[in-house]
């Protein structure tokens, strides 16, 4: 066994020694390139597999985390996939999502592909979105006056929530939430069933622009006559939910564009959930001006770092 073992070694210090090293210019650019791609790949891969990194963009989750928080994020709970980004330049990628080892559940903290605004079938760029998963499949969605209420039962606040007392109400807000035609505010929203995989939908002539993008978002086409609906060319009083999906709220809640404005978010958006801060700075100034680089590490939040996400 020692002789065998041996035998390995020699034969890796002659290869390793018969390994011609770069001389020219484009030889030691090549050699550069070919280190670069093999690290951007294993960052690709570890990225889709286990651990992915995020930098919260917005407030819509104050407190529980902040604008200029990074995280990481455990992307084993909810499914493993194939790399969904190349990294820097965050071209989407086609990829394979493998079987979760649990769905999302109530008060999760989710990060998720962002599905679209209300009446696009696929968002215009490739996003991740942070929010909290305060319903999932099969439950029924209210809020009146601010407080949420799942499948008739008050929900209390997250620990770190944030309800603001005194707030500008936006006259025009009826007319952007989810779904079209229900004119819900944020605060007096629902009640709204989260669809689930088997659902059965009744359509009509008075409901169908509420699911028409739905629909679409599952692959369907849908075109609406006079006096019939059809999908996919045939005429239909019905649709059968292909999916399940999610219910998604910002801690925020009143400073909070999520699933009261844009819809549902199907489990296979669903990426991972938070688990720590590891850095942490602010993005903007008290006026809303991006911050410099030297700004920014004047004013690094070292008690952000290592904070757990709950």
Same mark, same amino acid.
């Given at each position: 066994?020692?002789d ?10 002659q290869?390793?020694?018969?390994k ?21 790949? $294993? ?6 597999l *286990? ?8 407030g819509s ?7 200029g928080d990074? *995280?990481?994020?455990?992307? $084993? ?9 190349? &990294?820097?330049?965050?071209i &989407?990628?086609?990829?394979?999502? $493998? ?5 999302p ?8 592909i962002?599905?679209?605004?209300? =009446?696009?079938?696929? %968002? ?11 319903a999932?499949?099969?439950?029924t ?5 601010n407080? *949420?209420?799942?499948?008739g039962?008050e ?13 500008? @109400?936006? &006259? ?5 939430t ?8 944020h =605060? ?16 009509n002539q008075s ?6 993008t ?10 609406? %006559?006079?006096d ?6 045939? %005429?239909?009083?019905?649709y059968?939910? @292909?999916?399940?999906y ?10 909070s ?16 959930t938070p ?5 942490s ?23 952000r ?6």
């Amino acid at each position: 066994m020692k002789d065998f073992i041996l035998k390995l070694y020699n034969s890796y210090k002659q290869k390793k020694a018969n390994k011609k090293k770069p001389e020219t210019f484009v030889e030691h650019v090549w050699s550069w390139v070919k280190t670069i791609v093999g690290a951007v790949f $294993f960052v690709m891969i570890i990225n889709g597999l *286990l651990i992915a990194s995020f930098v919260v963009p917005t407030g819509s989750m104050e407190k529980t985390v902040m604008t200029g928080d990074f *995280l990481f994020v455990n992307k $084993f709970i909810f499914g493993p996939s194939t790399p969904q980004l190349i &990294p820097f330049v965050n071209i &989407p990628l086609p990829y394979y999502k $493998f079987p979760a080892v649990r769905d999302p559940k109530k008060g999760d903290v989710i990060v998720f592909i962002f599905p679209g605004n209300r =009446d696009e079938v696929e %968002a215009q760029e490739f996003q991740y979105y942070l929010k909290r998963c305060v319903a999932t499949a099969g439950d029924t969605v209210q809020l009146i006056n601010n407080v *949420l209420y799942i499948n008739g039962q008050e929900q209390k606040l997250a620990p770190n929530g944030v309800v603001n007392v005194d707030k500008f @109400e936006d &006259p025009h807000e009826p007319l952007k939430t989810f779904p079209k035609g229900k004119n819900w505010t944020h =605060d007096n929203y629902g009640p709204i069933r989260v669809p689930k995989k088997g659902d059965l939908i009744k359509l009509n002539q008075s409901n169908v622009a509420e699911w028409e993008t739905f629909i679409q978002r599952e692959g369907h086409t849908i075109s609406i %006559a006079i006096d019939k609906i059809f999908i996919d060319g045939q %005429a239909t009083s019905t649709y059968v939910v @292909e999916n399940d999906y999610c219910f998604g709220m910002g801690d925020n809640r009143d400073h909070s564009a999520d699933s009261r404005f844009w819809g549902f978010i199907p489990y296979d958006n669903v990426l991972g959930t938070p688990i720590i801060v590891y850095w942490s700075w602010p993005m903007e100034d008290d006026y809303g001006r991006p911050m410099s680089l030297v700004e920014k590490l004047k004013n690094i939040r070292w008690s952000r770092i290592g904070t757990i996400i709950d």
